[in-house]
């Protein structure tokens, strides 16, 4: 959606009195438009770098969390020109959030993006990760029953700590993942309980940090097609 499409639409909520101007404490504005009791959107101008919820008090700043209190559903549009997506979505609890139409094709940081966040399902369509650097605790703490990875580009991530630390989820499929460029791996899986985590498609190297990757992860992990159990996994990680 263009920005003249998004300011037509939210002209017209505006004069059914369907509208929120919703201002981040970084002084961002974006739309957020209740078409009906089950449909609500929130558009992203294509002037907004920024919708960084990590500083400050973040319990008064997710402005997503407050709004997945209320609404329950959210589809979010636009996005174009967007950098930073740092703790975007974290402490949100949605039945779905559809992020099909969020442009995330400049996005250099996706820190936190889901951190602690609670989503029954959660919609990345053709999700665009091209040049992400940082994917630290991208899923941290999160609880979603299904997280699809098959449109993650990470050739240009660098730090994936913790990203998946304490995540819960049903199996973590990472085909598509080019670990070339990443030097930080620590904790990546740490209490992670996903029945299998497939690295298959994985290079790691001895200038990578791999600390407690699979530390008390519950389900198999498997490398180079073959189920290994994280025990030993772990032992012999040095060997990769």
Not at 1 to 24: F, N, P, R, W, Y
Not at 234 to 240: H, M
Request: aromatic share 12%; charged share 20%; glycine share 4%.
């Amino acid at each position: 959606m263009t920005d003249q499409e998004m300011i037509k639409l939210a002209s017209k909520a505006k004069i059914l009195g369907i509208l929120k101007v919703i201002e981040t404490y970084c002084g961002n504005k974006c739309y957020l438009i209740s078409k009906s009791k089950e449909e609500h959107l929130l558009l992203i101008p294509s002037n907004v770098r920024r919708l960084n919820n990590s500083m400050g008090d973040v319990n008064e700043f997710c402005f997503t969390k407050h709004i997945s209190k209320v609404l329950g559903t959210l589809k979010v549009i636009g996005g174009l020109g967007l950098l930073d997506c740092t703790a975007m979505f974290r402490l949100c609890n949605f039945t779905e959030l559809d992020l099909s139409e969020l442009d995330t094709s400049e996005v250099l940081t996706m820190s936190e993006m889901f951190r602690n966040s609670r989503i029954k399902n959660l919609i990345l369509g053709d999700f665009n990760t091209f040049y992400v650097e940082d994917m630290s605790y991208m899923f941290s703490d999160c609880i979603i029953p299904e997280i699809n990875l098959s449109t993650f580009s990470t050739y240009y991530v660098k730090d994936m700590g913790y990203m998946f630390d304490h995540c819960s989820t049903y199996d973590l499929i990472f085909d598509s993942f080019n670990t070339a460029s990443v030097t930080d791996m620590e904790c990546m899986f740490n209490e992670c309980s996903a029945r299998l985590i497939d690295l298959s498609s994985f290079s790691v190297t001895d200038r990578v940090c791999i600390t407690n990757m699979f530390t008390n992860c519950s389900g198999d992990v498997r490398i180079s097609n073959h189920i290994l159990y994280k025990e030993y996994i772990y032992r012999e990680q040095t060997n990769w």
